[in-house]
């Protein structure tokens, strides 16, 4: 009843206002213009938008590397990658909260720029800084671009085609994590409302990119 | 890995063995299987070469034996570019777990290869990314409160409107 109602408002592009919060010290993180894709059943479409297909046929995917640090102008993004893999319960594991500014790779699937979906996350808050290294992810919209550089000093670039908030309880995990042939990326925190009594959001913010190219390492980016 | 396990189980045992890459312990030239590592729902590729092993002769047909995979056991593969090559493109099951799969491949001419790959596991949760500092918190009944407010606000909002419409008109 409760997740009905907020995600009605949520699909409405609402940010359901508090009465209780009196004193908020940090506006709410932006959320992508595409707000949930809720259905009763399933998400079945892919995310607004549409891959580039530039990607596909044009540029050479690059060869396996582990990535190591994050760029994205738009959101003056810069950050270090781990690689993690899967928790206990089958999500994609994060960085601990107390290392806020730190995104993670998931090291199970494809690193950037080789054909497949890479996976980077980060956190959208923590109680120790507030806003978090992905606190502004859902202000990228398509066109922005966001360069990950591997270990072998090469720098993958991606161009963003997509951005959406789902809910949680409705994560459409093949929409996000589905094999593409050509390279693709995707960034992801968390979104929407937050939930006291679970400790979670609601929602995480997807970001979807394409690879476009890649380009040598330079002074740190 | 499974089948590395089976044939050595006393030396994996060991702390001191170095660690082997699956594509350095798998290597087949005569098999390909694209993408590798795979993942569930993932269309996969198998390309195999029936004729490089000697004696056999040239084959005309291939089956691929998907039950491993939890496809059936008689996948008939189309004629590939050369002679002797056969494809085979399956849709890995959602169901499919993580790890190493050795499906064989069964040539007309007597010759078996075997298609070593990996798949890889895809998360099956959304990521908890967040400890909610920064957000608009609370529980279910401020949330409905706040709804009821909104719909409040959307009333009032539209009957102001109204008034300063038909006040323009007057």
Same mark, same amino acid.
Request: charged share 10%; hydrophobic share 40%; glycine share 12%.
């Given at each position: 009843?409760?997740?009905?109602?907020?995600?009605?408002?949520?699909?409405?592009?609402?940010?359901?206002?508090?009465?209780?919060?009196?004193?908020?010290?940090?506006?709410?993180?932006? @959320?992508? *213009?595409?707000?949930? %894709?809720?259905?009763?059943?399933?998400?079945?479409?892919?995310?607004?938008?549409?891959?580039?297909?530039?990607?596909?046929?044009?540029?050479?995917?690059?060869?396996?590397?582990?990535?190591?640090? @994050?760029?994205?102008?738009?959101?003056?993004?810069?950050?270090?990658?781990? =690689?993690?893999?899967?928790?206990?319960?089958?999500?994609?594991?994060?960085?601990? @909260? =107390?290392?806020?500014? &730190?995104? =993670?790779?998931?090291?199970?699937?494809?690193?950037?720029?080789? *054909?497949?979906?890479?996976?980077? &996350?980060?956190?959208?808050?923590?109680?120790?800084?507030?806003?978090?290294?992905?606190?502004? &992810?859902?202000? &990228?919209?398509?066109?922005?671009?966001?360069?990950?550089?591997?270990?072998?000093?090469?720098?993958?670039?991606?161009?963003?085609?997509?951005?959406?908030?789902?809910?949680?309880?409705?994560?459409?995990?093949?929409?996000?994590?589905?094999?593409?042939?050509?390279?693709?990326?995707?960034?992801?925190?968390?979104?929407? %409302?937050?939930?006291?009594?679970?400790?979670?959001? @609601?929602?995480?913010?997807?970001?979807?990119?394409?690879?476009?190219?890649?380009?040598?390492?330079?002074?740190?980016? | 890995?499974?089948?590395?396990?089976?044939?050595? /189980?006393?030396?994996?045992?060991?702390?001191?063995?170095?660690?082997?890459? /699956?594509?350095?312990?798998?290597?087949?030239?005569?098999?390909?299987?694209?993408? +590798?590592?795979?993942? !569930?729902?993932?269309?996969?590729?198998?390309?195999?070469?029936?004729?490089? $092993?000697?004696?056999?002769? +040239?084959?005309?047909?291939?089956?691929?034996?998907?039950?491993?995979?939890? $496809?059936?056991?008689?996948?008939?593969?189309?004629?590939?570019?050369?002679?002797?090559?056969?494809?085979?493109?399956?849709?890995? !099951?959602?169901?499919?777990?993580?790890?190493?799969?050795?499906?064989?491949?069964?040539?007309?001419?007597?010759?078996?290869?075997?298609?070593?790959?990996?798949? +890889?596991?895809?998360?099956?949760?959304? !990521?908890?990314?967040?400890?909610?500092?920064?957000?608009?918190?609370?529980?279910?009944? $401020?949330?409905?409160?706040?709804?009821? $407010?909104?719909?409040?606000?959307?009333?009032?909002?539209?009957?102001?409107?109204?008034?300063?419409?038909?006040?323009?008109?007057?």
């Amino acid at each position: 009843m409760l997740d009905a109602g907020i995600a009605i408002a949520m699909a409405a592009g609402i940010v359901v206002p508090f009465v209780g919060s009196s004193t908020l010290r940090w506006s709410p993180p932006p @959320l992508p *213009p595409a707000s949930v %894709e809720v259905s009763g059943a399933k998400v079945a479409a892919g995310p607004r938008g549409t891959p580039g297909t530039g990607g596909a046929s044009l540029v050479r995917p690059m060869a396996r590397s582990v990535p190591t640090s @994050l760029y994205i102008p738009r959101i003056s993004v810069r950050a270090k990658i781990i =690689s993690l893999g899967l928790t206990a319960s089958g999500a994609a594991a994060v960085p601990p @909260l =107390s290392t806020p500014f &730190l995104t =993670s790779w998931y090291d199970r699937g494809p690193t950037p720029g080789q *054909p497949g979906t890479s996976v980077i &996350l980060g956190h959208v808050d923590s109680a120790k800084v507030g806003p978090a290294i992905f606190y502004y &992810l859902g202000e &990228l919209r398509p066109g922005d671009l966001i360069y990950v550089t591997l270990e072998d000093r090469q720098t993958a670039v991606f161009r963003v085609y997509s951005a959406a908030l789902y809910l949680k309880a409705d994560f459409p995990t093949r929409t996000v994590y589905s094999y593409t042939s050509w390279p693709t990326l995707r960034l992801i925190t968390c979104g929407g %409302e937050f939930d006291r009594a679970t400790g979670h959001y @609601l929602g995480n913010t997807v970001v979807f990119a394409d690879y476009i190219g890649q380009h040598a390492a330079a002074n740190g980016s | 890995m499974a089948a590395l396990a089976g044939a050595a /189980p006393v030396a994996l045992a060991s702390a001191a063995r170095p660690h082997y890459s /699956p594509s350095a312990v798998i290597s087949n030239p005569d098999v390909s299987v694209t993408p +590798n590592p795979s993942a !569930p729902g993932t269309a996969t590729t198998f390309v195999v070469s029936c004729n490089s $092993l000697t004696g056999g002769g +040239n084959a005309t047909a291939a089956t691929l034996n998907g039950s491993t995979l939890g $496809l059936s056991s008689q996948i008939q593969m189309q004629q590939g570019a050369q002679p002797g090559q056969f494809v085979a493109t399956v849709t890995l !099951p959602q169901t499919i777990g993580p790890g190493t799969f050795s499906p064989t491949i069964n040539c007309n001419n007597g010759v078996t290869q075997t298609a070593t790959f990996e798949v +890889n596991a895809v998360p099956s949760q959304a !990521p908890a990314t967040g400890d909610g500092s920064t957000s608009t918190v609370t529980d279910g009944k $401020l949330a409905v409160a706040g709804l009821g $407010l909104l719909g409040i606000a959307a009333v009032a909002g539209g009957v102001v409107l109204r008034r300063r419409r038909s006040g323009r008109h007057i």
